[in-house]
């Protein structure tokens, strides 16, 4: 093993070398061949596309959710409709205050709703056609029908809708009646029950035994037609041309009622005067808001995150800097500091490119990418330029690039290869979003390092020809050799005594040419000796240097590291997180963060939906969804009935799962046939089974008129609940293939849906318990009652809620097998006891950041998801990077030697005395490598501080976990290999260069 590694280090370090060599001859042709290349394969962004669908994006494709979704939902029923929503609150929203002014169902407040409902409703918007054209778009433009037909109403629903109750009635009411006719309705089942559109409601019967209604709010839906969703071309984005006009004109109301309801940018002037009257308005639309305040959490923190990248390549730029070289311009490296920058920026385009080229698509996830991008592209530039830091100054420019190519090449292949590994094998994961990230950060870091030893190399080349012309930095057309020659002109001047800009006459005329003359000609002298020993010096390998802080504090921390108690508890107290996060932190994390977490920190949207804790039945739809059952079958019919019966009685906690009972198309046509039987008093003109059932439904779902299905005991023929049956015509996709024993010209039913309404939960483990207990139901029901129906449970949550208790398992699978590639990777480069404790170590910071996770309270969500997804290839970066520097030390020469300098440390003789050595290969390790690893490091977490202050609570989590990985893998580095070295070096095989 240890021949094979030998061999391989020689084999790449020769490689390497003499990739550096052909490109420090030809830097002008790598550039433009790089510079070609990375332009054709960017453009590949241009074919691809942009995944923000939360259904295919943000949901595990295997789940039971999603495969109903995308299988039997989707292509049957379409999009979910679009909807406005809005609530009216009365002044100090206290009905419990005894103040009339706070009860919104007071005579007079109900009227002032209604206006502002019809306000509403009014609205209009201008739309700006291609041709340049202006229309106005009302929201009968894009309203959504309650049936099919050219004289559907727009569907609407509140209190209003439900009781239908409107101004001309109620100002012939008085308050008495307006009570009882909301009583009347909260006690109708099962789609006119008040909860859902009025906020705390109450209905009491006070001391005189009248019925009192209070509520503090009222809320509003306005349905609009849904948009088929679909990805999103990325050219399209860019060229304008991917919105039909019917996106556009939604969006164009949209933005009137925004305006309306006074959020957003654009805002009208008489929000100011609505909120000093009795009332106050909130509003949102559904997905635009959700939607673009999703985004709004990524543009507000852009500048955020444009300060930190910033941050971070500034401090690279300072890193790069040689003092030794002289003042500022002389020793700065800032074109290539923008050099560096350039490559990275162009790496990311390169991966963008080549992921959409094989298919795989982007999404808002990948612009986090860019912080993992700069945070390895960093580290590498400075890896190669402290290498060539490090070169003799007697080397010609193209064998110090060499060389330096030669030493940094094989550490930072490694550490990019390492990364791609990891990123290809946690692609396997089952979460779209996730899928993707990984797949596009692999080959982003892996082009990366193509173009540091090609595209960055060739700068690198360019800059070092202007350092040994002794150019100036940014002014590269001046030499500060003029400025040299100038002084030493002016010296001459003044030693002959001549004045200054009248050079041709001297302020002492006795003075003795001859003698003058002498004195310069043994000045000129001795000058040209000192110049002639200074060249002496730079041919020297050895260059005496002043010891610098750093190496101060190094030479501190050997001596104290290198005992073997300290090195011993360092390691013990490092890999004790392993026990502590896997068995503990990561079992107590919550699972799923809150939703206003996913928005900006005071978001209208999060306003809103918090403030629906006040409505009882804060509610969803929920479809129990049939596929291929027979409805004429009097049995199933029975069954289904059955089965509806045993969902709406499950419970959770303490009241009922299902808030509104399933509004049954099937229940309600069997009621419509049997009174239309007895009405006529014949035979049964409507059958409720058997041949001639799916024609007689599908003329019942034609009816658009209303038609009651429910008569009052009271009184006789008096109606207790009106539908209009073409309502339910959406609920059904037919098919026309025979079934059992029906005609071949009668229709049948492929799939069905009955439509109910599921309560909330604002906690994610109490809706995944909520689901769960539906599950179980529907199974109990199918089988206790021995009903062989294709029969599913879906609400939209469910997408969601079905990814919450997999996250677990799916990080730890995630990390445990990118884990183990990357160790297998390493392991043809490195020792096998060396990847043992690189092995120990990645376990040891993905526990830390468990146990980080459970003290600052993140939840495993999607954004904790990716973060460790990312520290995968972060936190092994720093411990390869040392661990290579210090297997690759050869023992029988000194640091002297290797560097081609005189360390500033004591270099004693490497006797066999083992401790000393093992100190001396950690000097080496960490004077080096382990010095271009730190600058690396803390250019990266001191711009990440920027993060901290984003308005993003998602953003914050983000700069929490990623700031504690890299100090982690830092600290890996650093502290926890070289105490481990102490340990077991003895254990391990030199291997050396030659």
Request: hydrophobic share 40%; aromatic share 10%.
């Amino acid at each position: 093993m240890t021949l094979w590694q030998g061999h391989v280090h020689k084999k790449t370090s020769a490689l390497f070398e003499s990739i550096g060599s052909f490109v420090a001859r030809r830097p002008r042709v790598t550039l433009a061949c790089s510079l070609i290349a990375s332009f054709f394969l960017s453009c590949g962004i241009l074919v691809g596309t942009l995944e923000n669908r939360t259904a295919y994006r943000d949901t595990l494709k295997s789940s039971p959710s999603t495969n109903l979704y995308r299988e039997i939902i989707e292509p049957n029923f379409g999009a979910q409709p679009r909807f406005a929503a809005m609530k009216i609150f009365m002044d100090g929203m206290d009905p419990s205050s005894g103040d009339e002014r706070d009860n919104v169902l007071l005579k007079t407040n109900l009227i002032a709703a209604l206006e502002i409902r019809e306000q509403v409703l009014s609205l209009t918007g201008t739309l700006i056609r291609d041709d340049g054209e202006k229309s106005d778009v009302s929201y009968e433009d894009i309203c959504f029908p309650v049936y099919e037909g050219e004289d559907a109403e727009c569907a609407t629903d509140s209190v209003f809708d439900r009781t239908l109750l409107d101004t001309s009635k109620l100002r012939n009411m008085t308050q008495e009646d307006i009570n009882k006719e909301l009583l009347k309705a909260s006690l109708a089942v099962p789609d006119l029950s008040l909860d859902g559109v009025i906020g705390s409601l109450r209905l009491e019967t006070n001391e005189y035994g009248k019925i009192v209604a209070y509520g503090n709010s009222l809320k509003f839906y306005f349905y609009m037609n849904p948009h088929e969703q679909n990805e999103q071309k990325i050219m399209d984005l860019i060229t304008g041309s991917g919105d039909t006009e019917d996106k556009r004109k939604g969006r164009t109301w949209e933005d009137a009622f925004y305006k309306f309801v006074c959020v957003g940018e654009d805002v009208n002037e008489n929000c100011s005067t609505r909120k000093k009257e009795e009332y106050d308005i909130m509003g949102i639309t559904y997905p635009g808001s959700f939607v673009g305040e999703g985004a709004r959490n990524t543009t507000a923190s852009t500048r955020y995150m444009t300060m930190a990248i910033g941050l971070i390549l500034i401090l690279m730029g300072i890193m790069l800097a040689d003092t030794k070289r002289g003042c500022l311009l002389q020793g700065t490296r800032i074109c290539l500091s923008f050099g560096a920058v350039f490559t990275i920026i162009l790496a990311s385009f390169v991966g963008f490119g080549i992921t959409c080229l094989i298919g795989v698509n982007l999404s808002d996830f990948t612009l986090i990418l860019v912080f993992v991008i700069i945070g390895i592209g960093v580290d590498d530039v400075i890896v190669v330029v402290d290498y060539l830091n490090r070169q003799p100054q007697s080397l010609t420019t193209e064998q110090r690039v060499a060389k330096a190519i030669g030493g940094a090449g094989p550490a930072i292949f490694l550490t990019s290869f390492t990364s791609l590994v990891a990123f290809v094998v946690a692609s396997s994961v089952d979460f779209g979003g996730a899928r993707w990230f990984c797949v596009t950060g692999g080959i982003t870091i892996f082009f990366l390092f193509v173009l540091t030893v090609t595209l960055f190399t060739a700068l690198l080349t360019f800059d070092e020809n202007r350092r040994e012309k002794q150019r100036y930095d940014c002014l590269c057309c001046f030499s500060y050799n003029i400025f040299t020659a100038l002084l030493t002109f002016d010296e001459n001047r003044r030693d002959k005594q001549r004045y200054d800009c009248l050079c041709c006459f001297s302020y002492n005329e006795t003075v003795n040419t001859e003698k003058l003359e002498s004195e310069n000609e043994t000045d000129l002298a001795t000058k040209s000796q000192t110049k002639s020993d200074i060249k002496d010096e730079e041919r020297e390998i050895i260059i005496e240097t002043r010891p610098s802080n750093l190496d101060r504090i190094l030479e501190i921390w050997l001596d104290f590291s290198t005992r073997k108690a300290v090195a011993g508890f360092i390691v013990l107290s490092f890999i004790s997180f392993i026990p502590i996060g896997f068995g503990f932190a990561i079992n107590n994390l919550d699972l799923g963060a809150e939703l206003e977490d996913y928005f900006p920190d005071g978001s209208y949207y999060s306003s809103y939906i918090n403030d629906d804790k006040i409505y009882k039945t804060s509610s969803e739809p929920l479809l129990l969804i049939m596929k291929d059952v027979d409805f004429s079958d009097e049995m199933i019919q029975w069954q289904v009935q059955r089965v509806i019966s045993d969902i709406e009685s499950s419970t959770y906690g303490k009241g009922n799962i299902i808030t509104s009972p399933y509004k049954s198309w099937l229940n309600d046509y069997r009621v419509y046939a049997e009174n239309t039987a007895v009405g006529n008093n014949t035979a049964v003109i409507h059958p409720v089974s058997g041949e001639g059932f799916y024609n007689s439904l599908k003329d019942f779902l034609e009816i658009t008129d209303p038609t009651c299905v429910k008569y009052t005991s009271s009184e006789p023929r008096s109606c207790a609940r009106y539908i209009i049956p073409a309502l339910y015509a959406r609920n059904i996709i037919w098919s026309d293939n025979e079934k059992g024993s029906l005609s071949s010209m009668e229709p049948t039913i492929e799939v069905a849906k009955f439509s109910g309404r599921v309560r909330t939960e604002t906690h994610t483990i109490d809706g995944v318990e909520i689901m769960k207990n539906l599950r179980s139901s529907l199974k109990a029901s199918l089988e206790d009652n021995d009903i062989a129906l294709s029969m599913d449970a879906f609400s939209f949550s469910f997408l969601y809620l079905d990814r919450e208790p997999e996250m677990t398992r799916l990080i730890i699978e995630t990390l445990a097998f990118a884990a183990m590639a990357v160790l297998g990777t390493v392991l043809l480069f490195l020792q096998p006891l060396s990847v043992t404790i690189i092995a120990f170590g990645t376990a040891s910071i993905d526990g830390a950041l468990f146990v980080i996770m459970y003290l600052l309270d993140i939840p495993i969500d999607v954004v904790s998801f990716l973060c460790l997804t990312m520290s995968i290839g972060l936190s092994v970066d720093y411990v390869v990077h040392i661990a290579h520097a210090y297997e690759t030390f050869d023992c029988s020469r000194t640091i002297k030697q290797e560097t081609g300098k005189k360390d500033s440390l004591k270099s004693e003789n490497l006797a066999n005395d083992a401790s000393k050595i093992v100190k001396n290969k950690l000097r080496f390790a960490l004077s080096g490598t382990g010095r271009s690893v730190t600058k690396g490091g803390i250019s990266t977490f001191t711009g990440l501080i920027m993060l901290a202050f984003a308005p993003a609570k998602a953003f914050r989590v983000f700069f929490k976990m990623l700031f504690s990985t890299v100090l982690l893998g830092l600290y890996a580095g650093l502290v926890y290999f070289p105490a481990c070295m102490i340990l077991v070096d003895p254990l391990i095989p030199k291997v050396t260069k030659s």
